[in-house]
């Protein structure tokens, strides 16, 4: 950050700190809180890297929900009490309006942190996923691996033991990582607020969905359905700073309610269990892992079908089946639509043949795929354009033709996308 836009940030938020206010001695009064949109207003035009930079690490306004953000996260360490409104300035180590405007350009200008965001792995998924993974876990890309935490933690530091049977009946948010369970470990660059989110955390749940969505794709893994006592299942990003070793544990972020329950009632997928021996499983599972860890590798150059795979797996958790479908076809779109061909023959039809030449290994076998996507397509038309109420019996019977077709088109594009030299 070059001296100049340090000034104008200083001079900015020397102007805005004293009008910051609390509540309860631990948080932010929002209702008086001050615009900080001028700070981001500050910064170089969008092509510029620092812009870019900090859009990465933070999100679209970085500057505003940074300071705040960093505001909240020191707060709330701090005792809840009755107390008034209060400026911030009033809490001595607020006090020096100059020396927090200093820490907290410096904050962003070592930006940025990094993070451990781990998602377990459901128990049925485990028993499919479990035996591919060796003791010291499997590299999916240099910063997503499956890994079971040994105990102790390895570098995560653990909680202290809780009652197993209250934390289950209770539904709280974990504190940690549990010794012996598999998780998906993804390392995140930027900033993941107390509070809220970011752009590192919704890149997280991002790749977490898509992973689970090519493990569906690819046969693994299969959508159940879980039965809990007590509610719903929730199921959590759990995110721990590289600020210390073992990494200190930050907090558990929550999965919406469709996913947690989507990712809840994942079990092995019937075809990988009526056809492959129990004896063969961990081979057939390791390759087809390490599959999924190639093309999520190229995701920075080419990010379209975990894309695909994300939008399929959000299909899958839908609790409305009239949004499920149109995320299905969304998966579809987003592997073979192309815009100016789309203008010129329709994008339901570019979308028919391609997904036909595709997947079909026969002529009759295309034949069917155009004829069964048409109606498809024009189901989706129906609830985009007019508000489709519900969906019909057949039409119910579409969706899941859809994500049939979907899984289809992501096993052949990953096929190529592994062929690739590039790959």
Known sequence: MHAGLRQRLAKLLAAALP???????????????????????????????????????????????????VLSDELQRRPFDDSPKRPLTDISEYADVSALTARLIDAVDQLPRTYSVLVSIPHNAVRVIGPAVSQGGLDLTPDVKLFTVPEGGGPYAVPE????????????????????????AITCQGYIPTFGSSTPLEFASFISRAFFGLCIAQLLLSRGRAFRMGGPHRRYLLVYMHSAEPYPFQDAYEFPIDISEAIESLAIHPFFAEKIPPEHRPKWALKDLTDIGAVMTRHVEDDRLLRAAQWLFDSYAATNPLLAFV??????????????LSDLVGLGALLGNRCAFLIGKSRSQRDKILTDFQRIYETRSKIVHRGHPRLSPTEENDLWMLRWMCSRVIQEEMKLVLADPKA
């Not at 001050?34 to 859009?55: C, F, I």
């Not at 033991?161 to 369970?181: H, R, W």
């Open 19 to 69: 009008k910051v206010h609390i509540t309860h001695n631990s948080f932010l009064d929002w209702e008086s809180f001050p615009d900080l949109t001028e700070l981001d207003a500050s910064l170089p035009g969008p092509k510029n890297d620092l812009q870019k930079a900090l859009v990465a690490y933070v999100g679209d306004l970085p500057l505003r929900s940074f300071i705040t953000g």
């Open 327 to 340: 995320q299905a076809t969304t998966s579809l779109e987003i592997l073979l639509g192309d815009k100016t």
């Open 161 to 184: 033991k809780q009652d197993v049977l209250p934390f289950i009946l209770s539904g709280s948010a974990p504190t940690g990582v549990t010794p012996g369970n598999l998780y998906l």
